[in-house]
């Protein structure tokens, strides 16, 4: 009898869960279809709702939302970055001895 009652009771949950899920998706979709509205209307990346303050890093010296990447990558080879680290920790030790 209390098998009967943990199955009943795990199913209701399941439907519950999923029931959840696709409002949840439902959601999603609707939210993904409006169109928002950004606060700088010449910048084309970001949308950001009407009242959402950007991050600080975001911004530019006039505040107004960058349109650039923030972190450029350089490729280097394994023994020009090792001979870099070894060059700032030979440079650092000399100064800490002084």
Do not use: C, W
């Amino acid at each position: 009898m209390l098998q009967i009652i943990y199955l009943i009771a795990f199913t209701i949950l399941a439907f519950l869960a999923i029931g959840n899920l696709v409002r949840s998706l439902i959601g999603f979709s609707t939210d993904a279809s409006q169109p928002r509205a950004m606060t700088n209307p010449n910048f084309q990346g970001y949308s950001y709702r009407t009242g959402a303050v950007p991050h600080p890093e975001l911004l530019d010296d006039m505040g107004n939302v960058t349109n650039e990447p923030l972190l450029i990558m350089k490729s280097i080879s394994v023994e020009d970055a090792r001979a870099r680290l070894d060059a700032l920790y030979h440079d650092d030790s000399s100064r800490a001895e002084d």
